[in-house]
């Protein structure tokens, strides 16, 4: 990399502000030029003390003052954000495997202009491990994801069905099912699900069972895989942040290191 990215953070709330404040702190190669957020006067409060001066711009102005943006908005913005990114050729990095899978389409938009989705880890630790058995063949794959219910409260699907979870003595099975039909019903709650299958057998053929547990203070997701390459099995505790329980501390770190590896002269791992 010869050149210093500029780079955009498209919502500035749990995920966004850690990032930015990684990017203020100094990161080789990049440096956060500007942000969008639903409220532009929380944002710029939320910058006070910054090193460098960072624009906070309306969120059709965002693509136009950077090479990168960081998607942390909500999922019923990412294509707000996602479609002009990657029309002008530039690099999304987000976490919402469960919006790519709802908007398959913008994959094509990349390819077709020279733009890049860089979906990062988030939560879901092992991916490479599933990426390379991906070469090959897999047999199966299953993820039990089991949330504190605090952490599935403010869920789509849980307030839509009215299911109360909020006094449970044992733990409740919310939802069986394909990891695509998990995205669609809680599009921001299973982003890991979403990521596994897409970097796997894909997100029909990904089995997926979450469950409100009242023994659980942790994000815990437990995946099994059976490959022609490999069988592994992988168990996830992620500490959910303070902010948003739904969201483990683990995901905006990820997206860090994704950030990193773009304009690191090396990069660990597939």
Sequence with gaps: MNRTLKVGIAGFGTIGQVVGQALNDGMDGLELTAVTSGNLDKAKSNLNGYAKSVAVVAADQLVDLVDVIVEC?????????????????????????????????????????????????????????????????????KMVTRKPPTSLTKAKFIIENNIDISNLSEPLQVFKGSAREGAEKFPSNVNVAAALGLAGVGADETQLEIWADPTKTRNTHYIDVDADSASFSLTIENVPTIENPGTGRITALSVITALRSIAAPIRVGS
Excluded: C, W, Y
């Excluded at 990412?78 to 994959?107: C, D, N, R, W, Y």
């Excluded at 860089?118 to 063949?137: F, K, N, P, Q």
């Design 73 to 141: 908005a909500p999922t019923t913005a990412f294509m707000s954000v996602a479609e002009p990114t990657l029309k002008q050729g530039k690099i999304l990095v987000t976490v919402s495997g469960a919006a790519i899978l709802q908007h398959p389409g913008i994959v094509e938009t990349a390819k077709a202009n020279g733009g890049q989705i860089i979906l990062a880890t988030g939560a879901l630790l092992g991916l490479d491990a599933v990426r390379a058995a991906a070469e090959s063949t897999i047999h199966s794959v």
